[in-house]
DNA sequence: CCTACCGATCGGTAGG
DNA sequence: CCTACCGATCGGTAGG
């Protein structure tokens, strides 16, 4: 009969996940070891690969229970039924705060995905479109006789450049606090920053 | 008496810089061998060395020759002494049209200038912080009653993030133009999306 | 003696 | 779950 798992092993394996996004992040999916990685997680290498088949599964495996936590907020928020503007300023802070927690998964499901082979890369794109689509919704009814609905897609994207840059600048210990960022993106794509008459 | 360099030295130093961006931009620095950079620039390895130290200083030369060009821009347009919201235009629209030339380039200043070393990586730093910072006077030059002062890099960090977020998702090639983009990002910029009374 | 450039191979380290 | 290794490929440089 084949042997239990550790009781252990569910923690392991995300203590390992968590010390491998960090590394990604830091110094990119190939300037990261698997031996930089057990040593940072106080593990020996072959250990890794009782956990993860090899390195890409170990990038795929962040990247994708980071989408799970995404897709999960915009669910969540959806349940909510809000009206158009509470619904978009739930959605842009729900996610604000997600990205406080996971600057690391972040930062590897920007710059790392392009290493996984095409089938991996293609789950991880079309639920990146899934997040896309929720927000795109979102935008078109806060403007729902927006006449080119062609810019559906793209008023989203500009919406994710303003909230997905901040892991280049924006700093959970700064000044500015990501609920503040948050509330400042809410003001400035809802009424832009032009001097009011 | 020293031979002078060959008249093709700087054609092929360029054509290098131009190969080498593209292949970091799509493996990433640690991704794209000396090999591949050479084999996609028809000449052989040990040729690049003769043109490059190693592969850092390719690294940092793409960079910087690009910081050159955006800096560039910075003055030309403060020198036409526009007014404030002129000037931020213009600005915006200079600095789509030149991402729209290039994308290689852009995607490796984001994604490999963390591979160079402390001294190059601090030179490409300062200099991006100077761009930074006259987006960061533009956009408080448009609301100059603006409260809070210490929300003028967050706001031009926000721009960035609408303009630089480009490189993941906008195409030359696709039905919106890198011009189309910039009047998108200024009109929500400077009005929002809300819908107007 | 210089610079320009080749074919071949170096020491070290990657993922496994 | 370890030490000990492998085939391959890395960035960089030797002699000529």
Redesign the interface.
Known sequence: MARSRAPTFDSQRADILEHAADLFA??????ASMANIATACGVSKPLLYHYYRDKSQLLFDIADHYMDRLLAIVAEVKERALEP?PHFRALVHAFMEAYEHAQSRHRVL??DV??LDEEDRARIVARQRAVVDAFAEA?AA????LRRR??RV??A??L???????F???RASG??TYAD?AD??LE????????KS
Not at 160 to 166: K, Q, R, Y
């Open positions: 830091e110094h990119g999916f190939r300037g503007e920007v710059q392009k290493f935008v806060l403007r729902p006789r062609d810019l793209p008023l994207m500009i994710f450049g303003m909230l997905n840059w901040t280049t600048w924006l000044p500015l960022m400042v993106v400035i794509f809802l009424d832009g920053v032009r001097v």
